[in-house]
C-alpha cells in the first residue's frame, strides 16, 4: 500500500493568508504589515461594456486603454449602500460565496441593478484587476527591484519574471507576486474581490500605495479573509 502524499506547508511570504485565521498571525514573523486593497468597478468609455461580460474578454491594454476604475467610495454614493462591508457581501452573494446564513439578496440586487444603470462592470474576483496591475508592477520597480516572483495559490510553483516584461506584456497567469528579499507580496485570494499588499517595512509600503492611490484599509489584529462577514455579525 502506497503512504499518503501529503503536501508541505508553503512558504507564507508567497501565499494568501487561509480562511478563518487572523491575516496577521498568519504572516506573524515574516511581515509586519498587510493592507487590503479593492478590486475596482470598471467603466467602459470607449469599448462595448458586452465585450467585458463575454467569453472572448479584452486584454489588460484593451480595459486600461478604454476604461476608467469606479470605487468602491464612488459606487456607495450610486447605489445607496452604507459600507465597504455590504459592497463586499453584495459580490460574494453575486458569485455564491457565501453560505446562505451570511449572504445578501438585497445587496447583490443593488450592485447588479446599479452595475446594469449605470453600465459598470463589478470587480473580478480571485484575480489582479487589470486596471491596478501595471500601476502596481511600476511602484515595486520604483523600490528597486527588476524580477519579482510569480506563483500560485499552492505554494507548488513559481517563475522568476522580468517586471518591465509583465509591464509591457499580457502574460500574467498568476496571482501571488513575491519579491526575491521576500519583503512584499501581492496576493488575491480565489473567492474575494480585493487583494492584499504585504510588507516587512510599513514606509515601503506606504510609497507603494501613496503611488498607485489604491482604496482599502491596513489590518488590524483581528482582520480575517471574511472580514465583511465578521464585522456585520459582531456582537
Not at 498571525?25 to 478590486?39: P, T
Request: negative net charge; aromatic residues 12%; contains cysteine.
Amino acid at each position: 500500500m502506497k503512504a499518503e502524499r501529503v503536501l508541505p506547508e508553503p512558504h507564507r511570504f508567497s501565499v494568501c493568508a487561509y480562511e478563518d485565521v487572523s491575516i496577521k498571525e498568519f504572516y506573524k514573523g515574516i511581515f509586519n504589515e498587510v493592507y487590503i486593497f479593492f478590486h475596482p468597478f470598471i467603466k467602459p468609455i470607449t469599448i462595448d461594456s458586452e465585450l467585458l461580460n463575454s467569453e472572448t474578454n479584452p486584454d489588460k491594454f484593451q480595459i486600461i486603454n478604454h476604461c476608467e476604475k469606479v470605487t468602491w467610495k464612488e459606487f456607495l454614493a450610486l447605489s445607496g449602500l452604507k459600507s465597504y462591508e455590504e459592497v463586499d457581501i453584495g459580490l460574494r452573494t453575486r458569485i455564491l460565496g457565501l453560505n446562505k446564513d451570511f449572504e445578501n439578496k438585497e445587496f447583490k440586487e443593488k450592485i447588479n441593478t446599479v452595475s446594469e444603470k449605470e453600465k459598470l462592470v463589478p470587480p473580478t474576483e480571485g484575480m489582479l484587476p487589470e486596471l491596478l496591475i501595471n500601476n502596481l508592477l511600476g511602484a515595486i520597480k520604483e523600490e528597486k527591484y527588476d524580477w519579482i516572483w510569480v506563483g500560485d495559490e499552492f505554494g507548488t510553483e513559481r517563475k522568476l519574471e522580468y517586471i518591465n516584461d509583465l509591464i509591457e506584456q499580457d502574460t500574467l497567469a498568476r496571482h501571488n507576486l513575491f519579491t526575491h528579499d521576500n519583503s512584499i507580496l501581492i496576493t488575491t485570494h480565489w473567492d474575494s474581490h480585493f487583494s492584499m499588499i504585504c510588507s516587512d517595512d510599513k514606509k515601503k509600503l506606504d510609497r507603494i500605495l501613496e503611488r498607485c492611490n489604491l482604496e482599502g484599509f491596513y489590518c488590524d489584529d483581528d482582520t480575517e479573509i471574511y472580514w465583511s462577514v465578521r464585522n456585520t455579525n459582531k456582537g
